[in-house]
């Protein structure tokens, strides 16, 4: 026990090799030995369950893929693309599968999804991508450390695919607690300040969902034009991974439509704040408009206006304009407009 982290750590803190970020050889158990480019290019075809862990941006991996792998001309291009959407295709014996998974590097934001690029084959799978992503080493974690992973490369493949998964969840269920801070802000928060944080959140959405749609499109694809060497088990597994990922894209449709909920209720309290605002500024006006005439009519300054000479005109004046505002909010509340 006291040992784990050490390894785990050791795992994930493997050398790359020249392109090669990790080669692992299965033992068929849920085990398996770390191996370099020298084993991985010696061993034979079909010897062991063998995982090359590749990245594109490495001169020796991409002559690898090109010269030496045995990988159809036309899925090189595509493990090889800078830009790529998730997708799955069945060439001859093997399978073509890009999915993405959740971007954790430092200063990333996770709705920005990195892609894994994988060939599959029955003794063989061959994975690649441009951007660190940390479900490959978890999952060579479960190999190398507690020797209860993958047995077989269908297997490794399953399970590269529902750790995806499982990581994508997490993310998901984040945006869902976000939004509900959120929503019991409403009444609390200032609406400008709370306005910019849910379209934040909608917009992490719908970025997080424009990866998943067709993630999940590709994984059903299995279900139609698997290869044989996946089994009933696998294609079940590969199944419910699928379904998981159509409940991650409707709660994010649920919660995109929460959002957009939440700002029509937030503009709608802005303008009512508004209207109220305008509202008691028209009330204010309409008071003082005709205290205003009249004390711009008395302020004229032509003669033959009255009281001048007089020591309590002032006086009488103000009454007179004390009277008729008192008239006035009286004649505004009979009309229920205050």
């Not at 998730?86 to 399978?95: A, K």
Request: hydrophobic share 45%; charged share 25%; aromatic share 6%.
């Amino acid at each position: 026990m006291t040992d784990a982290p050490a390894m785990q750590s050791r795992v994930h803190s493997i050398e790359p090799e020249d392109g090669l970020l990790f080669g692992c050889m299965l033992d068929g158990n849920g085990g398996g030995r770390l191996c370099t480019w020298a084993e991985a290019e010696a061993t034979a075809a079909g010897a062991a369950p063998l995982w090359l862990h590749l990245d594109n941006a490495s001169d020796r991996a991409q002559s690898w893929l090109h010269e030496k792998s045995g990988i159809p001309a036309p899925v090189v291009g595509a493990l090889l693309a800078k830009e790529s959407r998730p997708r799955s295709l069945r060439i001859d014996d093997g399978l073509l599968v890009i999915l993405r998974g959740i971007n954790l590097n430092e200063g990333a934001e996770p709705e920005d999804m990195v892609a894994l690029r994988m060939w599959v084959e029955p003794h063989r799978i061959v994975t690649v991508r441009y951007e660190r992503l940390m479900t490959p080493r978890d999952v060579l974690s479960d190999i190398i450390d507690g020797a209860h992973g993958a047995q077989t490369a269908p297997d490794l493949f399953v399970a590269l695919a529902e750790r995806l998964s499982l990581k994508i969840n997490d993310v998901v269920i984040g945006l869902e607690d976000r939004l509900d801070a959120l929503e019991a802000q409403v009444d609390t928060e200032q609406p400008t300040k709370l306005r910019s944080k849910i379209a934040e959140s909608r917009q992490d959405t719908v970025a997080l969902r424009r990866y998943l749609s067709p993630q999940r499109e590709a994984l059903a694809n299995l279900q139609y034009d698997a290869p044989d060497w996946l089994d009933s088990s696998q294609r079940m597994s590969l199944r419910e991974t699928a379904d998981r990922t159509l409940r991650h894209l409707e709660d994010l449709d649920a919660a995109r439509d929460r959002a957009i909920v939440v700002l029509d209720e937030l503009a709608n309290k802005m303008a009512e704040s508004m209207n109220r605002t305008m509202y008691a500024l028209s009330i204010v006006a309409a008071i003082f408009l005709p205290l205003s005439f009249l004390t711009g009519l008395l302020g004229i300054n032509v003669g033959g206006m009255p009281g001048v000479d007089s020591n309590v005109a002032f006086w009488i004046t103000c009454v007179i304009m004390t009277i008729l505002m008192v008239t006035e909010i009286y004649l505004l509340k009979r009309l229920k407009w205050i």
